[in-house]
């Protein structure tokens, strides 16, 4: 860049990833999702974002992903350009971005929920500011959700603390395809400390992306009744969220795991991204919940790693099981020590520059 850019707008967001337990696979219209999906923010596994925005410099959008130019700013411009319509004060500026992933770029962890619903928090922000609105505001999360879909469709869950739920479903009013909205009102304690070891198989490039994958389900022959299974999982988790139920909740996400998977394997052409290693875990989790009583389960998201999914008030045996029956199975013994998170929060410090960490055994 040459010349002296005046800076004249900035914003910082942390958000986090998320995963989720009722899948959302196959898209309609722009970004809108075939079935409604349930998921939960991560604490440990989060992008932190800033924009800076300018009038006189001679580069349109700057995006630096650790310190470095990265090829994804190439997304990044045709997502600003969609914007545009959303945000015309878009094409008035000039952006730097810079960006930080907690987790390394190979861990397997989806990092474009957590990528652009730390971009749209930040653009929100700047719009809220330009336009002189509050951004206390409750539409503030619902901007920034809409937002952050039109980035990356699972995305638009990421802005919230703890659960939320994304696509048109009878359980509440306000839910759309548009936007996420947050669930918190009457979940049982027994939740607020759900842990999710992300126990790492694989950590290469997907041999089919997840827009391929949505796409697949437009002529699925399961299409229909994929979407009919989606919204009984979905009452049924949710009244197991209410209730406290482990036993449901246990059941209904590991359906949702092996109904997404099925999916990418009846699809034409189909696929599949599981592992044996995926299906040594699968076995050894459900032979651990069988023989402990311990309330354990699986889910996965679209790859072959497995998200072993268990209570805090299991936490030391659980770690156990972990480290003496399950890391054999993972690449290099690696994995991530997450949980569900508060959720993202703003900034005033810009990402550090360093170089992501590598997950090690107990992730930190
Ligand atoms: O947001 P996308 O287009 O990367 O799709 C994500 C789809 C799944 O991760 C497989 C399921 C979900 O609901 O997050």
């Known amino acids: 860049m040459t010349g002296t850019a005046k800076l004249t ?77 959303r945000l015309p004060w878009v094409s008035k500026y000039n952006f730097r971005i810079r960006s930080h992933n907690s987790f390394p770029h190979s861990a397997g962890i989806a990092s474009s929920a957590s990528s652009f619903g730390a971009l749209a928090l930040c653009l929100t922000e700047l719009d809220f500011t330009l336009s002189g609105k509050e951004t206390g505001n409750p539409d ?54 759900l842990r999710d070891a992300i126990l790492m198989v694989d950590s290469g490039t997907k ?8 796409q697949l389900m437009t002529d699925h022959i399961y299409q229909r009744s994929r979407i009919a299974q989606a919204h009984e999982n979905i009452n049924e988790l949710y009244l197991s969220l209410l209730t406290g139920d482990q036993e ?54 679209a790859g072959p790693n497995i998200h072993l999914l268990y209570f805090q008030e299991n936490e030391l045996e659980v770690r156990t099981f ?13 994995w991530i020590d997450d949980g569900i998170g508060i959720g993202p929060e703003a900034s005033p410090k810009p990402p550090s520059r360093q170089a992501s960490p590598d997950p090690s055994e107990g992730g930190e």
């Open 140 to 193: 503030f999360w619902q901007k920034a959700s809409e937002l952050a879909r039109m980035g990356s469709g699972s995305a638009c869950r990421s802005v919230y603390p703890g659960f939320s739920i994304w696509g048109k479903t009878q359980l509440f009013e306000t839910s759309g395809d548009e936007y996420a909205i947050p669930v918190t009102e009457g979940i049982s304690p027994v939740f607020s400390g």
């Open 207 to 214: 041999e089919v992306s997840s827009s391929a994958g949505h």
């Open 248 to 301: 449901k909740f246990v059941a209904v996400v590991e359906n949702e795991a092996l109904s997404l998977h099925a999916m990418m394997m009846t699809s034409n052409p189909s696929f599949i991204l599981l592992k044996p290693n995926s299906l040594e875990l699968i076995n050894r989790i459900r032979q651990i919940r069988e023989k402990s009583g311990i309330p354990v389960c699986f889910t996965i998201d």
């Open 322 to 334: 972990i480290e003496r029956e399950l890391l054999t199975f993972c690449e290099d013994g690696k």
């Open 9 to 85: 707008y900035f914003s910082h967001w942390r958000c986090p990833s998320n995963i989720a337990l009722v899948k959302y696979w196959g898209k309609h219209d722009f970004q809108k999702p075939m079935n409604p999906s349930l998921s939960f923010v991560l604490q440990n596994s989060f992008t932190e974002t800033s924009v800076e925005l300018s009038k006189d410099s001679d580069q349109k959008v700057e995006f630096y992903f650790e310190g470095a130019i990265s090829n994804f700013g190439e997304r990044i411009k045709k997502y600003l350009i969609q914007l545009s319509g």
